[in-house]
């Protein structure tokens, strides 16, 4: 046994220099998980700090914590690297040092071979050849056992076999719902798939014999200034923020929140939305819904159809949409069609454009483009004159296009300012809003520019500049954001009566039977006689805010308030159980 | 329904915030007066191309002198210099990249993937190894290759594994050779280069789990030596088998043997072999015609058994591939949505797939089946290379003397000194039957 | 001296068929490679970032083998506006325009910015502390000119056979591009 001094220091060393390696390499791989937290780009710490300064700008204090904090990191991340590269070559240079002691140590104590005699080598030799063949034989196996257990325990979702690949990438979608499916008429009047019912009136037929009263109300998970759509027993209702826009479905007789289904991942549609002012919000454009489908558009320009149990069966992106106070013109539907009124630009049509999509398919049947800024107003669809029209308004024009196409029918220049108030068909004519400026009574049997020609009469009373007026019969309400209801006879649109309600109103009016329903915007619920005389029929007081329009479906009365959903209805009905 | 807005700020920021229109500059640029001139962009040069041809170079020189130092001059020093040389130029300063161990799957991806051109640097860097071998051994694994030397740098103590579980432990390289060059073939990678342990060290920086793999081989590489060599190097499986017919072989004696034995234990790669055992008992004669006879047979049946178990494992080894993988987290997101944070590479990745789900979809169709060929291939490949082992070592070897297996051999040149014959050659010792120097 | 095995009979067997083998393996090695030398190329490769893929995800900085990622963003200066307000220095809607750490968007402090005339004002990368995490590429891009984008340099870049980043690109950005012209540089807005 050799042991001398030289074979005792080299082993020193060389223990020496594997317990440094041991140190620094303990070291590095120390800082590395410590530093994963401290990166100075992605640092928790420093994000909460700059939203509250992003609450509280002139927080001097706080902005010096935030420099001190962002230096701080820095100068970690650079002495980070410099000590890495350090620790490197500190285990090289010690790797080295240990290896040479060590293999000079080890040099020192190196035995000469001394081969002792083998009898049995040739049954060795055989022995040992068969022991490698089963040990092979193991190998294979383990290596085969491992291969079988990734291969059979993937979890892959794609399809395996080629029949099924085939079937994934053309799937049966590709194919088009025949329209004999599509809702009848009567299924359409019966339900409100719309913004301001079917044929955008504001009307229901069907009577609620007295005042109405709260039957249920839920709360709505996110924001959103679009007015409920009702088919069915569901209710239909959008609402989100710009970091996440949903679609909810509540339950008509009892207001359970059945489903909720965000919109997201829409193709093309980027991930950060532009900032939409809070009196529009992302969900200002009030769904639709064609029986089969249901669709909503938000203000980014994502639009979604979903199946009435949630899943969605498309998106599509549309934007990004340039409306200087967001975009809020609701849809429309008809039959298998759904039209979108996209008007942008602040001053000067900037794409503006009327789009016929495919509801069951999301493919663009028609596009229009409109020589318009952007408007606010919903477009209406009407049979008059034997055609099927879409009146749509802007500024300054009022356009009605054919359904089929969307090819012009007529226009004419009669609209100012921000157009909001959407169009009606009541009494035969069509009925735009300029607000503030004047009501019109329009005859939609025109072609090509009807300006000088199309107008029964305009009148500049008490005109609306949010709400949209309603009608009924040969009567037209409107309502001023003041709270002035006025009725005006629709064949002269002379003023039969005007009364103050004393609440600002935003939401538009609607008519329920022979009731004329007008929302306040702080909950009064006033309900007028829709008839040549004023009367008040009635007034409740809701606890919430409303901006949104009423619908009127399945006996009940359904309002959007900020934070609730409400469901009015005949006052002896029984108050449901609250979800 | 809206109200009225207050104008002017809200406009401003709105506006600067909503702009996302696409083609034209959305800032035009400016027209200077005070005389400013544009600075351009820096464009560092990338490393020449005459380099890369005197990186062939130095590689053919280093194997011209190993394959000299190995026969003409016998030199275990000479090679030890030039394998701190080779370590030095191939693995710290070129930083082990491109190296023949690599260079397979260049070339499979190259055959099979047409908008890849493989260099004619990785060629000859694939192929002079190979041709070398045929003539001269792994006269490559000896002096050139800078993983081998960095293996052979830390051999403190070896460890001698036993023969037989290093021969079955001999197939591993083989299959992590058709794993890479099923990768490379189908585009998803290199994987080879991905998990080589040693390239980190010569980059000085790598990921944790790299790195600390890199140093338990090296730590084991103190006891076991050559670990990766031996059980791992793909290009040391192909370089075995060219050793296998090559012309010249590494001898521990330089003339004869005289079977004296002191050799045995001088292969601290497990190499060494002893000669045949003489006169064979007929009775074992025929028990191993017979077993050769089964073994033999048994060869195409492990092949079809390889060829199912690998047609098993296609959609599992498909998902290493980015655009399988990305096809498989859209379907997952379609029906169970995972919610991820922003401007984070799944979400965007996801985000672009859904702007054209058909063309991810179709992809990773094409690929699939892909794999699915590929991964049935490797499977007969398997069983192919277990049943030629089971084969080989159901072989009487012919040998006479004491010398290193030819494939296993990694013409180190460390049994030479152990041999009375080299040392009477380099004068250290009279040969027998001379007088004693006096 | 050679060192050749002693001839004799059984030998001279194995010798034939491994000479035999050998010969069989030159020839198909040689067919192997002159029929990869007419699909190959004198040329050599290194990797480069497509500016027009690239998504801004961040992993350039992380992903890449060497400690400082060899990637760093490059300023096309004939594409910039050369705003007050840079989308890619400031934090998006800035406490005030100034250099102050809470205003500024790059985590490190690589972007330099000086006074050229009102109102413009230059942007400038410091390489050194650049590590390629695309915050200001991506602010550039959304809401400015692009001029700001991604590229290796090849004064650092190792040219690995398979790149670290590459694979794990989620806009498929990175190819090979000859060594000769290793830049795709951005010369126009998109």
Known sequence: MNTSPLYRALLRTAWIAGAFCVLVGGIMVYEHFEAATNDPWKSPQLLALREKLAADPKNEPLQKEIRQLDLKFRRNFRHRLALDNTGAWLLLGGTLALVLAAAKAAALKKTLPLPQPKPDAGEQSIKLASRARWSLAGVGLAVAGCLLIIGLGNTSVLPGSRDAWQKLLSPPSAQEAPIAEAPVLAEFQANWPRFRGWDGSGTAAWDLKTMPGVLWRSVIPAPGHSSPIVWGDRVFISGGTTNRREVFCYNASSGALLWQRAIENVPGSPLKIPETPEDTGCAAPTMAADGRRVYAIFANGDLGALNFDGSVVWTKYLGPVKNPYGYAASLAVWGDNLLIQLDQGETRPEGSKLISLQGGSGRVLWERSRPVPASWATPIIIDAAGKTQIITLADPWVIAYTLADGNELWRAQLLENEVVPSPVFAGGFVLLVSPGAKLMALRPDGTGDVTKTGVAWATEENVPDIASPVGIGELVFTVTSGGVATCFGANDGKKIWETNLDTEVQASPGILGDRLFILGEHGALVTLQAGRELHEMGRTQLPDKFDASPAFANGHVFLRGVTNLYCLGAADAKLAKQP | MLRRLKFVGALGVMLLLALMVCAEQRFPPPDFENGYRLPSASTPAARQLWLQYADAGVLLAALGISVWLIYKKRSRRGLFWLSLFSLAYFGFYRKGCICPIGSPQNIVYGLFNPDYVVPATVLVFCFAPLVVALFAGRAFCAGVCPQGALQDLVLIKPVAVPLWLEQALSVIPYLFLGAGLIYAGTGTGFVICRYDPFVPFFRLSGGVFILTAGAAFLMAGMFVGRPYCRFLCPYGGLLRLASLVSKWRVRVTPDFCTQCRLCEQSCPFGAMREPAPSGTNPKWLWAERKRLGWLLALLPVLVAAGMWAGSKLSPAAAQLHPAVALAERYTRQQSHPVQYGLMTPESLSLQRAAEDPKAVLTAAADLRHRFDLACWLFGGWIGLVIGLKLVALSVRPGRTDFEPDRGACLACARCFAACPNERVRLGLMPAAGDPAPS | ?190
Request: hydrophobic residues 35%; glycine residues 8%.
């Open chain 3, 1 to 190: 001296m050679d060192a050749k095995p002693p001839v004799n009979g059984s030998v001279t067997r194995r010798q034939f068929l491994r000479n035999g083998a050998r010969l069989m393996t030159m020839t198909g090695l040689g067919v192997a490679a002159g029929a990869l030398a007419t699909r190959s190329t004198g040329a050599a490769w290194v990797w480069q970032i497509d500016p027009a893929k690239c998504l801004r995800c961040g992993n350039c900085a992380t992903q890449c083998v060497l400690e400082q990622s060899a990637v760093k963003c490059v300023h096309a200066y004939a594409v910039c506006g050369y705003c007050q307000l840079c989308t890619g220095f400031f934090w998006p809607e800035p406490n005030e325009l100034t250099t102050a750490a809470e205003n500024q968007l790059c985590p490190t402090a690589a972007i330099k910015r000086t006074y050229v005339e009102d109102p413009y004002y230059q942007y400038s990368i410091d390489e050194q502390l650049c590590i390629g995490c695309a915050k200001c590429v991506e602010g550039c891009n959304r809401f400015g000119n692009g001029s700001l984008f991604l590229q290796i340099r090849h004064d650092r870049c190792l040219n690995c056979n398979e790149c670290a980043i590459a694979r794990t690109c989620p806009g498929e950005a990175f190819r090979r591009v000859p060594v000769e012209h290793p830049y795709l540089l951005k010369t126009t807005s998109r």
